[in-house]
């Protein structure tokens, strides 16, 4: 637990990188005083911005890259052209195992494309998924995929539904996490066939923790369960239709104390405690993305974050490489191709679960 | 304006029905003097009822109907079974002409099939589709479909936006309406295919408004666009989500000021502040969801509404009949047939246009 741990920083990802990312790191390095970087970047970009942060600077090695992967670049043409890319050179800083995890808030298609290419995929698993926390009302709850495969299948969905209940217990500790599948009501025809599929794929299933069958969109924020699964598309849609509606309330907030006199008294009054609402809503809490499925750590800040919201990415980073997740997920995985006959029925490229 | 409306209540659909019908109709009365109800469901619960709302009584006929759809009821089963049900007779009423608009907190499921049988499509939709007021940093904006048809073709997107683009002008007003397609990005490239194509046919279209290509669950919230337009699943979590989200946040918020005693005392001083914003964020307020695309007006109140949230429901059928909404959108869809080839392109069933 005390050991060194080493995470590797894509500088130049991000709308207020690399600036967000050194200010970030030298957060985050308060708070791990194990960890170590490998900042990938622009030197002349970098450097005068680490050589204020003398305590940040001795802790970390820069490597100089000559490209950024750009916002608007397709993952292809990433993949491609961004060789030299800090980037490109984070991730297999990874992959070499000169560091235990990377973050990124550049180019999300670029990230998994290089991801999936350098780290490859966990064995049996066909495509990444993309995880983050949630605040609820009974605490946090994972939620997959958030954008990564905008169609999935039953087997998709079975996948996600493994690795979110693997990530549950290794990073957040939920001893046995419940778990649903996404969908517009909780009887048992509703939906589509492929989650009609999953459910009963996962009903035969003995994973840890307990099924809870389907669950709505409501069920996210009420904290019914633990790992909450779907297809890439109805994740995004409800993870930034969650978000839009915290800044609605809160915008109304801040007006609603703006409106009187008495209203700005209280307040002042209010003031602590308001902060603390503050607080516990705020996005840069739950900011840090985990590429699950891939087999090394990746994660992926967002890119309109700020530095505190970029040592939150990181502190995941490190907690995923502290907590042995990768070992633990391929030990459940493993259980599960002996323990049952899942796996051998699947009916996607077979060539997938060789990779 | 001032002419007599009726409007046709199910009085036995919603958990705490006939009582919350009853109250609800009461509430809306005094809102709306010149509205009339029928009020269809068993009479020896709901005359006890309306003998102590002696007012309510003066506007109001009880027909009388000896069966309910239950909540667990299949739309089917329903349609099969329910020929005297309240719901069913009081889409009759609709039919008949003996009533404006029917108002129902019944099974969404059977209150659809029914208004699809007895009222019909108007010409040139093949689906109905559910939408509703949604409150946005900018005022309210209209989403659909909220979960009608859980999965949708191109065709069907282009529908919901004529239809979605018609209500927003007549319902809330606004004389050139924004539209836009809800997806995981604004890039042309992202989503997927039913929704390139929808992008394309709607740039084609001569809709009045304007039309902002894709958006964003967060756009949602933002008030982005006036008209919001996606598939039933997509519409149904995100719907579920935000709400979901907003009593996630007014939660925290009340055990917020509960946390100590200047915050207590704070809550007070804010109190009138803060009823606004509890008034602001009520879902009460935005309750009443529309079947558009059918020729005629049914408006599905929230089953686990109660008298003010059904009030809110009466008043969204008696602007859309005062408003001469069917008029209107008869219009624009006859301005579509003829202006362009895009009901000649349709690729759904072609007896569906003859309906």
Redesign the interface.
């Known amino acids: 637990m005390s050991a060194r741990l080493t995470i590797a920083l894509d500088a130049m990802g991000g709308d207020q990188a690399p600036r967000m990312v050194l200010r970030g790191a030298n957060m985050a390095r308060k708070r791990f005083p194990q960890v170590e970087f490998l900042l990938f970047g622009r030197e002349q970009d970098v450097a005068p911005l680490l050589d204020k942060m003398k305590r940040l600077k001795q802790v970390t090695t820069v490597v100089h890259c000559d490209d950024v992967v750009s916002d ?1 670049e397709k993952p292809s043409t990433a993949l491609r052209n961004g060789r030299n890319s800090s980037m490109r050179r984070a991730i297999e800083a990874v992959r070499d195992g000169r560091a235990a995890g990377v973050v990124s808030a550049g180019n999300t298609g670029a990230l998994m494309a290089m991801s999936k290419l350098l780290l490859r995929m966990l064995p049996g698993i066909d495509r990444p998924a993309i995880a983050s926390f949630f ?3 009974r605490g946090e709850s994972v939620m997959l995929d958030l ?1 990564a495969n ?2 999935c299948d039953a087997q998709n969905l079975v996948d996600f539904t493994v690795m979110g209940n693997a990530f549950s217990r290794s990073v957040l500790g939920t001893v046995a996490p419940t778990y649903g599948l ?1 969908n ?1 009501g909780a ?1 048992d025809r509703k ?2 066939e492929a989650l009609w599929d999953a459910r009963d794929k996962l009903r035969d299933l003995e994973l840890p923790g307990s099924f809870h069958g389907f669950i ?7 904290g019914t369960v633990d790992v909450i699964v ?1 297809d ?3 994740g ?18 801040r007006s ?2 703006r ?2 006199i ?2 700005q ?10 902060q ?2 503050r607080k ?2 705020d996005p840069r809490r739950y900011n840090g993305a985990i590429f699950l499925g891939l087999a090394g750590i990746t994660v992926k800040s967002h890119g309109g974050t700020d530095a505190v919201g970029f040592a939150n990415a990181i502190g995941v980073a490190v907690d995923m490489a502290r907590e042995g997740f990768l070992d633990r997920i391929r030990t459940d995985l493993d259980k599960l191709d002996r323990g049952n006959g899942t796996k051998t029925e699947r009916t996607n490229d077979p060539k997938a679960a060789a990779v």
Chains 1, 2 share one sequence.
Do not use: C, W
């Open positions: 608007s605040p609820t009302l954008g905008v169609q996404l517009v009887e939906g589509h709505e969109g409501d069920d996210i924020a009420k779907t890439g598309f109805t995004n849609v409800a993870l930034k239709t969650a978000e839009g509606t915290a800044k609605l309330i809160t915008d109304y907030l609603t104390f409106s009187s008495f209203a008294i209280g307040y002042l009054l209010a003031r602590r405690a308001m603390k609402l516990r809503v």
